[in-house]
């Protein structure tokens, strides 16, 4: 038997105000203790998933956040599953039913609520257990606590016998004086927690709640959608009813487990101070009794001769309360509603649109990027830099014929694009050092200059001939005269002349059967078209895609591989399994241009496959593309550098261009949150980081040259977007 337990994220918890609001409601702070309530119920259920289950997190979108972080403090993954909007109980445990069933027909789910406080972990996993084994056999089986008190707080259960038996009735929370009575009967308090078969409940939906079931079968994410999925449309759809009212209350397979550990819902002050653990922050009580305090980091609490109260303080609102009356804060929340609504709950930031992050880009080019690299980041004879320091400073290093080639496409771009400095000097000069210093006597640049110009390395890479071709195309389409296709067709002649007569190229080096040289061949080929009517680019192109589509491309995966064997079947081992996020969206962005200009739909859709199994990368938490990952999606690195984000975000706009309506607004968020991704990188001075570990912490380096063909090949691929689909606002794009 295999459990799958499921945390309920619902409710707000409004009557914790101050402290509990919508975009962060009880279950995610540490009400008692230094966890929440949330990692508490984590760490409670997740071992019953551990004989082959696994934990399900059912929570609204605006909660994704808290979900992630908190599930990675305690170390631990789950399927979480988004709901676009709350429709209750019974849909939220619908949907994680049928993502049950679909991954295991007999599988049995424990439900329970996200803001609960179960001290005894084992207690409860023992009774889960128990109550698992009548699931099996299609009863749905609910908790039943043993109740301390007669509390008007909770709804109760009068069942038939002791231990696990059926049930006479449910009733909702009683006055104080039926609440004694219930007590002296022998009813229980009902916990909310369900034991059930997936596909019991669904059966039992299906009958009694059809619409609920269909809803949520309809809005289950497709199964390749990974850890991480918001739930499709359809599930808006689903009736707004909690699970008592859509099945409970009718079906004839309710039983119950009666429990005796400690139990609360935590749904006021004075549960939360009946813990003895309610305290938080800094205070200082004299001659106080019976009281609890909170306060937020910075700020201390004194109280001095009262008794039994409440003392809670947010940044925004203080709440001093009666422990006796804490029911009544709900009172309070409501009169807010009138008279103080931006108190109801936290102020969210904003997050930074496509355009106005583009705007914000245009103008860190403009003023900073650009001028700072056509300063520093060159040397009087044209020597492009390879490194600059954090602080400005130059550092000296070797030199690589593809950085020489990569800033002088960026600088011709960016003088094509409008920018005002003195970009002709820099790519002239770019280019004559290029001849002067890294071409080798075939034609060919060599790969590495010594820091004091002498070679280093002769031998010519695939990878930096694909850079030097694409330099010179750049300087074409920027309007520079020169001798600039005779040299790069003299190359590309080279180049093929040495080549097999079908399939690859051959790299140098210790992967010579490789995808990413030919993906920048491709890009400079297709620069070439562009500019020239020499047949021989389109050729290279078709040769290229061709290839890509024979072999780099999984036929069956639809992503792209790094390394091949000799036949440009998958290399052995590790090298073979390799993926890269950022070259998913590297190739997908290449197979857009090229379907487009092709006309080929296939092409483009090969793009679109490639572009979704790159989006398996994008770590949910930090939202950012990881270096690696295998051919099944596990990641294998994740650290992030900054040019798979720039990727990420070029692949995004140009799919936006080649969608509907109905897709292009996703596209587009994307881009803007690829975009987002690319900011965190930059620095105020134009520079950047390049890169990010996995716990938030970027490597302490200089900012490599190498990366501003990344950066600058995003921007000039956002301004074509918002000019073909015509964004509002895309005069903010522009160059100066």
Known sequence: MNLYPVIMCGGAGTRLWPASRPSRPKQFIPLSGNRSLFQETVLRVAPLADSGGRLIVVGGVAHREAILAQLAELGLTAQILLEPEARDSAAAMAVAAAWTVRRDPKGVNVFVASDHHIPDHQAFRIAAERAAVAAQDGLIVTLGVTPTEASASYGYIAAEGEGLSAIKAFVEKPDRQTAERYIIDGYLWNSGNFIVSAATLLGELQSAAPAVEAAARAGLPDEGDGDLAVLGAAFRSAPKISIDYAVMEKTRRASVLAVDFEWSDLGAWDAVAATGEGDLGSFIFEDAEGCMARAPEG??????????????????????????????????????????????????????????????????????????????????????????????????????????????????????????????????????????????????????????????????????????????????????????????????????????????????????????????????????????????????????????????????????????????????????????????????????????????????????????????????????????????????????????????????????????????????????????????????????????????????????????????????????????????????????
């Open 299 to 736: 700020m201390v609490v004194a109280a001095i001769g009262v008794r039994n109260l409440a003392i809670v303080v947010e940044h925004d609102a203080v709440l001093v309360c009666d422990l006796s009356r804490s029911q009544d804060v709900k009172k309070v929340v409501e009169r807010l509603k009138l008279s103080s609504p931006q108190h109801l709950d936290f102020p969210r930031p904003a997050l930074e649109s496509l355009l106005d992050g583009g705007a914000r880009f245009t103008r860190w080019l403009n003023m900073r990027a650009l001028p700072i690299w056509s300063s520093l980041g060159q040397a009087p004879d044209g020597a492009f830099a390879e490194l600059l320091g954090l602080d400005g400073r130059q550092v000296e290093s070797q030199r690589r014929a593809r950085v020489q080639a990569r800033q002088v496409q960026v600088f011709a771009d960016a003088g094509r694009m409008g920018w005002r400095g003195p970009w002709r000097e820099i790519v002239q000069s770019g280019l004559m050092r290029i001849e002067a210093a890294y071409l080798r006597s075939d034609g060919l640049m060599r790969t590495v200059l010594a820091a004091d110009g002498s070679p280093l390395d002769e031998t010519p890479m695939l990878y930096d001939q694909a850079f030097h071709l694409f330099a010179l195309a750049a300087a074409v389409q920027a309007g520079l005269e020169g001798e600039h296709e005779t040299r790069a067709r003299s190359v590309r002649d080279r180049l093929l002349a040495d080549a097999p007569p079908t399939d690859g190229l051959i790299e140098n080096g210790a992967h010579p059967f490789q995808s990413n040289c030919h993906m920048h061949l491709l890009e400079a080929a297709l620069a070439w078209e562009a500019v020239s009517k020499d047949a021989g680019w389109s050729a290279l192109s078709d040769r290229i895609v061709r290839l890509a589509r024979q072999h780099f491309i999984d036929a069956e995966g639809g992503f792209l591989r790094e390394f091949f064997a000799e036949d440009w079947s998958p290399a052995a081992g590790d090298d073979g399994r390799r993926v890269e996020p950022g070259h998913q969206f590297e190739w997908a962005w290449l197979l857009a241009r090229y379907g487009r200009a092709r006309g080929d739909a296939s092409v483009i859709e090969a793009a679109r496959k490639l572009y979704a199994f790159g989006l398996r990368g994008v770590g949910p938490r930090r939202q950012v593309a990881v270096d690696a990952m295998d051919q099944d999606g596990v990641i294998l690195s994740r650290r992030a550098r900054l040019w798979p984000q720039t990727e990420w975000m070029k692949a995004s706009l140009i799919l936006a261009e080649l969608s509907d309506d109905g897709d292009r607004s996703g596209l587009l968020e994307q881009a803007a949150m690829a975009q987002r991704a690319v900011w965190r990188y930059l620095t105020d001075d134009g520079l950047w980081r390049d890169k990010l570990l996995e716990n938030g912490q970027f490597i302490d380096e200089p900012a490599p040259a190498s990366s501003f063909y990344h950066i600058m090949a995003a921007w000039v691929q956002l301004r074509s977007t918002a000019e073909a689909v015509g964004l509002q606002g895309q005069d903010s794009l522009k160059l100066g």
